[in-house]
């Protein structure tokens, strides 16, 4: 746990050089939605999350899903740096036979995970599941569940968004990484996504903007994670595609694209970072 | 049958208070002796079965034994996906309960029928799919169920169906109970059609054929011991459910006989058409449009054993 910021922001930017190695190394495509979510997931992972990842069956702990699970080479750096596993783990990425695929595994497989994502619209309705339990089992953890702006094309989000406000769930929060795309195209345009923050709203969630980039806002905002009036909590974090790296920034062709190895090391010299 | 569910279901929450019971907006009263004694572990999840499912496995992730009731297809083919990936990739404890299947409400027409579930059911894997006979066999199954750690469909029918009387109530997933013995053919019954596989069984006694009766309250794990006795020991073995004639029960038994060597019995399944039912009627009466008449099923029964002895 730390509110360091620069600590955070430096975390963040290892994370991405090595989130971009790592597609160039394993030909493993979704840069640009890993690289809008990696400021969301240190400070979920870095400062917010009441985890400890000796013990990551513990029934107290707060739970996280990558709902856009097409992020999973994101959240497969995070929960090594943490402590997860070990990160010389990570060298078997995308091999035959091992574990790190482009969507999370089950939780009995990698430890930190806590749904098995890929398919879109799965994770709200399961975190939804685990609040409703910590009430039943009368436990204090809370549940964050990390959505992309093109999974909210998905009806079981909005489904479960009325049941959790019906039910006055206050132990979830779900955030979306609003980057402005979905695979083929701008996401307010390939459905009629907005007004994003009104409709949560609307459903019955108390909802609030962010940068989804400033560590200082997306700290403070994740922190409260339960509401004071009995609502579930959404946050809409302005997030930009391919973040970090000036030439895939807002370019969707990163959806797919993977890195050269010159494209890597420009990577690096903009973030920062050796490797 | 959904009575008794009711009543079990109250039964096992009382004791066992990781049971939760999520409804897909039905049951209206039918829950009240639960909610009474459990209102947290009650949750009516409205009409919004992907989300549902979801919930439900949520809940299992967490330590908690989850029972969705709603219709058939609304708990099947409308969440198919959720109940793949939530409840069976994950393997979880999720127990899914259908009512009102197969036929039961056949006078909603096409929407409400489901004769498709055994097979979609069937295919997923770490899924076990139970189809009980009458009331005794559901609270059975449910104890049962509960049991596992994995996730359980388990289809049901509607209400007032018969219950059976059987020597032994040994109950077993994946164990069949063999409920009238014959040595001349094997009836295979799964699920509410079991009272009218006995009356076939009966008017097959009136013309000499002595049938011996299995009510597989399991689709899977198939029971392949009581199947490899089946065609071991008869020269005909019928299978009959309410259910399509893909995939389901006969299904299962086809696919595990055409790996097998040359037996002495012969497969005739029993089950709905390849089709959806168009014209307005009763249970009865689709039934009788599909051949699960206890007169058609003795009669091709019987055809077919001539035709085996000849």
Known sequence: MTTDIPELKNIASRIRGRIIATSHQTHTPHLGSCLSCVDILIAAYFSTLKIDPAKPSDPERDRFILSKGHGAAALFQVLALKGFYPEAMLKSYGEDGGIFAEHPPTPDHLPGIEAATGSLGHGLPIGLGMALAGRIKKQEYDVTVLLGDGECNEGSVWEAAMMAAGQQVGNLLAIVDFNKWQATGRSEEVLALGPLVDKWRAFGWEASEVDGHDMNALTEVMGRKRSRVGKPIAVVAHTVKGKGVSFMEDDNNWHYRIPTADEVLAAYKELGVTA | MR?????????????????????????????????????????????????????????????????????????????????????????????????????????????????????????????TVMAPADEVELRQCLRAALKQDGPVYIRIGKKGEQIIPKKDDHFEIGRSITVREGSDVCLIGTGTLLPTVLEAATLLAAQGITARVESFHTIKPLDSDTVMQAFSNYSIVATIEEHSRIGGLGGSIAEWLAQQDRMRGRLVSFGTDDDFMHEVGSQDYARAKYGLTAQNIAEKVQAAYAKAVA
């Open chain 2, 3 to 127: 009575n008794a569910f009711a009543d079990e279901i109250t039964k096992l929450g009382a004791t066992d208070h990781r049971l939760v019971l999520l409804s897909g907006d039905i049951g209206n009263k039918l829950f009240d002796k639960f909610k009474s004694g459990a209102e947290t572990r009650f949750l009516n999840c409205g009409i919004a079965e992907a989300n549902m499912m979801g919930v439900a496995a949520g809940m299992a992730l967490s330590g908690l034994r989850p029972v969705i009731y709603t219709i058939t297809p609304f708990t099947t083919t409308r969440c198919y996906e959720q109940i793949r990936v939530d409840a069976c990739y994950h393997n979880v404890p999720v127990i899914i309960v259908g009512t009102g299947s197969g036929l039961s409400y056949a006078e909603l027409g096409p929407t409400h029928h489901s004769c498709e579930d055994l097979a979609i059911m069937r295919v997923l894997p770490h899924m």
